[in-house]
């Protein structure tokens, strides 16, 4: 009997149901692929914003990652939302001691309603101790504006901050470009082996609760599923796109409401 891959999330959790743990879930077995979870903070929020943020005490962190990798196959960690930097920290460390074969990093700093979901000296943390550990790191403007100090107002500008992250140490920096203005959407990916675009037409939708947790999580099922990181990235955008497509039509909540996981890839 062949062991079964594992995607394991180490995130925050939504009650909600939209973004953190359960988005990534939700891509995981969308997209064929057996999820665990890690879950490093508890959140109060919905599709109108954020009105709580509860951390995991780090030891209870580090306890849920023993946990796991120990009996199960995983093949790739996507980490999203760190509560505190004592689970930054602890992550890092964590990572160092029982290394995987890929790392995701999603460095989730701000949800999308702009409620900031991490204090500044834990963003510091995931600069210095958890970006060159990635096999792939995954910012939006705002978090690579953050952790570059570079602004960030073009594809071009998306470029150089990836370029800068990609100089920490990180296997490759996926720089995305949703927040940026026209009608497509440009995504930077930058790697030791060069620079590549990718564009997609932007979907009109207020639907986009947890898509940056769906594409780094895509991106994580698909380096189970056995593809190299070029084509796995590719594959998640094209996931991501289908399902903001397939969400716009969606009515939960009265905010920026999800994606629809549903669709397959």
């Known amino acids: 009997m062949t062991r079964t891959g594992v995607m394991l999330t180490i995130a925050g959790s939504d009650p909600s149901g ?9 891509t995981a077995a969308a997209l064929g ?3 665990a979870t890690v879950v490093t903070a508890l959140t109060a929020q919905n599709t109108l914003g ?4 509860h951390a995991v005490p780090a030891a209870f962190v580090r306890q849920q990652y023993e946990a796991v990798v120990t009996d199960l196959d995983v093949r790739a960690v996507k980490i999203g939302m760190l509560g505190s930097v004592e689970v930054v920290r602890a992550v890092a ?12 990093l999603d460095p989730v700093m701000v949800a999308t309603s702009g409620d900031r979901l991490v204090p500044e000296d834990a963003a510091a943390a995931i600069r210095e101790l958890l970006v060159p550990l990635a096999s792939l790191v995954t910012p939006n403007v705002p978090e690579a504006e953050v952790l570059t100090g570079l ?3 073009s594809p071009d500008d998306l470029e150089a901050a990836a370029r800068a992250l990609l100089a920490l140490g990180p296997g490759a920096v996926l720089a ?4 940026l203005d026209g009608d497509r959407c440009v995504d930077v990916l930058v790697s030791a082996s060069g620079v590549r675009r990718l564009e997609s037409p932007r979907v009109r939708t207020r639907n986009t609760h947890g898509t940056g947790c769906t594409l780094s999580s895509a991106i994580a099922a698909y380096l189970v599923r056995g593809d190299d990181l070029p084509d796995a990235v590719t594959s998640a ?5 289908r399902a903001l497509v397939a969400g716009a039509g969606l009515e939960l909540g009265r905010g920026s409401g999800p994606v629809d996981h549903r669709v397959h890839g």
């Open 18 to 26: 939209g973004a953190g743990i359960q988005a990534d879930l939700k």
């Open 33 to 35: 692929v057996y999820g």
């Open 50 to 53: 954020v009105t709580g943020v």
């Open 93 to 104: 460390a964590m990572l160092r001691e029982r290394p995987v074969p890929a790392v995701v």
């Open 151 to 153: 602004g960030i107002d």
């Open 176 to 179: 995305k470009g949703g927040h």
């Open 237 to 241: 955008k094209d996931y991501l796109t």
